[in-house]
């Protein structure tokens, strides 16, 4: 349970030591779909309203890679002339989040309850003391005194640009807006981690003059799109700018230990701040992650920095010079070294800073020219009416240097796929619509399937001996590697590709997967971090292409992410696994997933960037081989509903017929209203009415079919249309005794029941049958042996 609050001009106050739980009573467990408030509205045409969207963007920031339970208050805000009790609940951080907050902030909107969240989540409801909170993926700090716009501006230039600037909706004593200002971690933080983030709320509040309350993890601030209503106004707490930024725990730590305090409301932390570093101890001397030493890495980066733009700005060294030895340094002495792409931006912003103090730099005149990049004008381009390259796979979808994704969850077949796609494609055959101007030459890759089982595999593959014939010789496979594609991983591939295709160079190069064979470069990042799989693109794979055949086309495999099913199916390639930097690169990307658990069709999803849009494909494999299916054939609506119907259909189907065959034995025989009227609403059959349309459904489909003349059964001729109802293999009775003189054995042989006519699937006439010893189907309606009827 949240602990007992008092509230100031911003947020809730909460005392440094453990309070104890708040009564019972004071709880109210909310429904996201009641309304606590059963009087009428009266609607105030002056008044704001909660806003849906910056609510989503807030849990977005604040929530979006947490699990667990978030706590939400309402309290309502003083000044207003009257009190009420504080409204405690707890929802889930998953996709339901944001139907249920909105609805709680409309609520609250509605009573002029200010809306307040503890930014974290818990495990359990009722519990979100201090040490309860299990995970926070944000870093906040409130300015709510003294200039703002300072304190805002002073942490932007040492901290960076923020995920969020949120006005509270309060007021400053010189009338500036009061802020919340969010930085979104790349992950969240659990454990010391938490404890790590707390202290950081901390230290950064001390240093600016902000709100010092935030070193508690249970400190409960106002949501963004709530409404503020203190002393009767009315103002959204609106999100004043809204950044798609991320930063790591680690890196933000460093900046906040050397960001200064500042002059005006700030102060520096208890611990007295570090001299700068000499700058010959820091080109020296190497500096781990964690503050492990003398100086973080964030200072030395940033002395070492300095150093080198003083050099390029007074012309003592060239500008490509100076980044050679920041990135030196970087390679060399900070443990580990930063990304290439954070480096770059730290020098920027320095080289700024510098140029904005000293004014022009004096820049050493470059000694060799670079090189031009290609440039076109509109009219040239109009002008071109030169054929377009041939696609290695039309239409458009992998195309002469260009990169097609294939991705999949594990298991969904997507390596099966692939091979297939490689085999057509070597022997110059289409593939579910893909098609090859010619049999390719295929250099596949791989490192997932060892020799045995990739032999197994492709023995495996049905298809027609031609196929397989023609693509003998142009697919050539490796089996599991255990080969990272650095620079040597590179040269060896290199070397085999030209070593299986000596004469031409391969059309396509397949590398399956991305993940067990991924090199994040000398940063040693992982297939999640956008550098490092920028590194991977650039300076590996296209390295390798432009090594053995530079127009050639790369496939490369990928795994996906755990996602929402209704998420894959709004925007299906965002559960592609790792950096959103591939999505980026690639020019094709095709994605293989089962949209229903329980049903093996799979669908492709297909997305082109060098051509126009393709359709999804329904895909599934029959008797061995992939075959496309016909969407039309697809419910679009109500699909489980529907799913359950065809199951209930079917149960009546093996029922109704087993019943027959029961009776028969038994000695009785129906005609249709009998048999309907008689099992009226027994073993789940319905109405007699209902039972009378699954018998002439099963009629038309021959599965039951009629005797007019049961006399040698002792029943009489019935006036019925069709007379009494006869399917396969149903006997009358016991039946008379046999002996076997030789055995002794004495056994029952029962009296068949053969059909006399059957109902015309196309007219619904009654029709003699030609000959009653061989039951006959309709074409079309052959028993499933899955079903009883089969048997």
């Known amino acids: 349970m949240l602990e007992a609050c008092c509230m100031n001009d911003d947020q809730i106050e909460v005392p440094t030591e453990e309070a104890p739980a708040a009564p019972a009573g004071e709880l109210v467990h909310f429904n996201p779909w009641r309304d606590f408030n059963d009087a009428p509205l009266i609607v105030d045409p002056f008044g704001v309203e909660p806003d849906r969207e910056q609510i989503e963007i807030f849990l977005d920031v604040v929530f979006g890679y947490c699990e667990g339970l978030i706590p939400i208050r309402g309290f309502v805000d003083k000044g207003q002339g009257f009190n009420g009790k504080p409204h405690n609940i707890w929802i889930e951080a998953d996709g339901t989040s944001l139907d249920k907050l909105a609805t709680f902030a409309a609520w609250a909107w509605r009573e002029s309850v200010a809306v307040y969240v503890i930014p974290g989540t818990v495990a359990e409801q009722g519990h979100a003391r201090a040490a309860e909170v299990l995970q926070m993926q944000t870093v906040v700090v409130d300015l709510d005194a003294g200039d703002v716009g300072a304190k805002l501006t002073h942490l932007v230039h040492h901290l960076g640009d923020p995920t969020l600037i949120v006005e509270s909706g309060g007021r400053t004593d010189r009338g500036l807006d009061k802020l919340h200002v969010w930085w979104k971690l790349s ?145 060399a002495l900070l443990r580990p070294a930063w990304p290439l792409e954070r480096l770059r931006q730290e020098a920027e ?4 800073r510098h140029l904005d103090r000293n004014g022009p730099a004096l820049i050493r005149a470059e000694a060799p020219p670079r090189p031009t990049l290609p440039v076109f004008s509109l009219g040239a381009l109009l002008d071109d009416h030169s054929p377009m390259p041939e696609d290695i796979i039309a239409p458009r979808v992998l195309t002469p240097g260009g990169m097609l994704v294939l991705g999949g969850a594990p298991k969904v077949g997507k390596s099966d796929l692939l091979i297939h796609l490689l085999v057509h494609m070597a022997a110059g055959r289409p593939f579910l619509g893909f098609t090859p101007p010619r049999p390719l030459r295929v250099f596949y890759l791989q490192a997932e399937i060892q020799y045995h089982y990739l032999r197994e595999r492709l023995q495996a593959i049905r298809l027609d001996a031609a196929v397989m014939a023609a693509a003998r010789d142009n697919l050539v496979a490796t089996p599991k590697l255990r080969l990272l594609l650095d620079e040597q991983g590179v040269a060896l591939a290199a070397d085999a590709v030209r070593e299986a295709f000596p004469d031409n160079p391969p059309d396509i190069l ?60 709004e925007d299906p390639f965002q559960a592609l696994s ?120 099963l009629a038309t489909k021959g599965f039951i079919k009629f005797l007019r003349d049961p006399s040698r059964f002792g029943y009489p001729i019935t006036r019925s249309r069709f007379g009494y109802l006869c399917v396969q293999g149903m006997t009358f009775g016991p039946g008379s005794e046999h002996h076997n003189p030789l055995t002794g054995e004495i056994t029952e042989g029962a009296i068949p029941v053969s059909p006399s006519h059957f109902k015309c699937p196309q007219s619904g006439l009654c029709l003699e049958v030609e000959n009653p010893e061989i039951w006959v189907y309709p074409q079309g309606s052959e028993p499933d042996p899955l079903h009883m009827s089969a048997a």
């Open 578 to 697: 790792g950096a959103s930097a591939l999505r980026g690169f690639y020019t094709t990307g095709l994605l293989l997933h089962r949209p229903d658990e329980e049903d093996l069709t799979r669908r492709l999803e297909i997305e082109l960037r060098n051509g126009p849009a393709l359709k999804p494909k329904l895909v599934d494999k029959a008797d061995g081989a992939w075959v496309e299916l016909n969407p039309l054939n697809e419910r679009l609506v109500r699909k489980e509903a529907g799913a359950k119907l065809d199951a209930e259909r079917l149960r009546k189907h093996d029922v109704i017929l087993g019943m027959l065959l029961d009776e028969a034995a038994e000695q009785r025989l129906y005609t249709t209203m009998q048999f309907a009227e008689k099992f009226e609403n027994k073993v789940g059959l319905g109405s007699k009415h209902t039972i009378r349309e699954r018998l002439s459904v």
């Open 187 to 331: 992950e969240p933080a659990s454990g010391d981690d938490l404890k790590r983030l707390c202290r950081l709320r901390a230290d950064i509040a001390i240093k600016v003059g902000g709100d010092t309350h935030f070193h508690s993890a249970h400190q409960p601030i106002r949501v963004a799109g709530s409404v503020y209503h203190k002393n009767g106004f009315q103002r959204v707490v609106r999100i004043r700018e809204h950044n798609r930024i991320e930063v790591h725990l680690d890196d933000l730590a460093e900046r906040v230990a050397a960001m200064p305090a500042l002059s005006d409301g700030g102060r520096e932390l208890p611990d007295p701040s570090r001299p700068k570093p000499p700058i010959d101890a820091v080109l020296n001397t190497p500096v781990h992650e964690g503050g492990q030493d003398a100086w973080t890495r964030f200072e030395g980066a940033s002395a070492a920095i300095g150093h080198y733009i003083r050099r390029v700005h007074a012309g003592e060294m060239t500008p490509d010079d100076g980044w050679e030895a920041i990135c030196q340094y970087n390679a």
């Open 349 to 352: 912003r320095l080289w700024r």
């Open 510 to 569: 397949c590398i399956d997967p991305i993940r067990n064979l991924f090199d994040g470069g000398p940063d040693g990042g992982s297939e999640n971090d956008n550098a490092a799989m920028m590194f991977f693109l650039t300076e590996r794979v296209e390295r390798m292409r432009e090594a053995v055949a530079p127009d050639s086309g790369i496939v490369l495999v990928h795994h996906t992410k755990k996602m929402n099913r209704k998420l894959v199916a």
